[in-house]
């Protein structure tokens, strides 16, 4: 069974910086690429960023280039989000998820997994 293990976020000045992290068990990690997602108060869970497989390749939606960065560690089974510069707009919960991919643009994918519980995170201005 496969589980999904948000942490990290929390509540934090616009500016400021977090880094999550999501625990994948029950399957091999690396053989996948992973996806962290956000879902806002009221909105659709949107992906935010994704990572290769092996860490060789990267996705980021529009408003976090420059800002945010995904990395991964096979070893540990853990992808993480490195998010800086924070603000207002990115308060959103968290998630991760195991991304399959269905074409040839990082947007064509399905997800894997059941979600986890996420992580909030929350931008004051």
């Known amino acids: 069974q496969v589980q999904l293990v948000e942490s990290g976020g929390g509540l934090v000045q616009a500016g400021e910086s977090l880094r999550l992290s999501c625990a994948v068990s029950?399957?091999?990690?690396?053989?996948?690429?992973m996806g962290w997602f956000r879902q806002a108060a009221g909105k659709e869970r949107d992906l935010v960023a994704a990572?290769?497989?092996?860490?060789?390749?990267?996705y980021y939606t529009e408003s976090v280039k420059g800002r945010f960065t995904i990395s991964r560690d096979n070893a540990k089974n853990t992808v993480y989000l490195q998010m800086s510069s924070l603000k207002p707009e990115d308060t959103a919960v968290y998630y991760c998820?195991?991304?399959?991919?269905?074409?040839?643009?990082?947007?064509?994918?399905?997800?894997?997994?059941?979600w986890g519980q996420g992580t909030l995170v929350t931008v004051s201005s």
């Open positions: 998820n195991t991304l399959l991919f269905v074409g040839s643009s990082w947007l064509n994918y399905t997800t894997l997994d059941p």
């Open positions: 029950g399957r091999t990690f690396s053989s996948y690429a």
């Open positions: 990572i290769a497989w092996n860490g060789g390749s990267n």
